[in-house]
């Protein structure tokens, strides 16, 4: 034989019973936990942002290391001999961040296919700028030096930004 139970029904509400006539009807009750298929909210304007503070620190870096440390004097011909010190390397490292930054956004406007284009006139551009300290840079160890500069900064640009760009998806 068995036993048969009746379930009663659960009270969302912590009135007791023999105020349970006069009640109102209470909110659901959710779960504690949060949906995992949904993607982490990006806010790209600080994500880029952040690239451009550690391209800027990171050339600062190497440049300690070259310079300071190393004792690499870090020198090139344009128009007149130029040392490249600590200030120039941030100064120019913000401008380049900043300007590609730009472009990608104006690509982003502008076609669907941004992070590729984009990613392909970097990465171009990165390998010309190579010319510079190659050719103008007074001594191996300067053109060393200052090619190390080059690519440091261009992939923490090139990587960092190209993780923030919008995909065509995203963007309507």
Known sequence: ???????QPARHSSMPASAA???LPTAPEFSAELPTSRAPR??????????????ALAALADWAILAPLAGLTLEARQGGTQH?????VVVSTIFVSFAGWALLSILERRTPRARTIWTVVATIVCITSLGSPLTNGI????KLGLA???LVVGAIVI????????????RC
């Open 159 to 170: 990587l960092g930004l190209r993780r923030t760009a919008f995909t065509a998806a995203e």
């Open 148 to 150: 190390s500069l080059h």
């Open 139 to 142: 001594g191996p160890g300067a």
């Open 21 to 23: 006539g006069n009640q």
């Open 42 to 55: 990006r806010v790209p304007g600080r994500s880029r942002l952040a690239v451009v503070g550690v391209a």
């Open 84 to 88: 490249i010190g600590a200030a120039a």
């Open 1 to 7: 034989m068995q036993k048969q139970t009746t379930q």
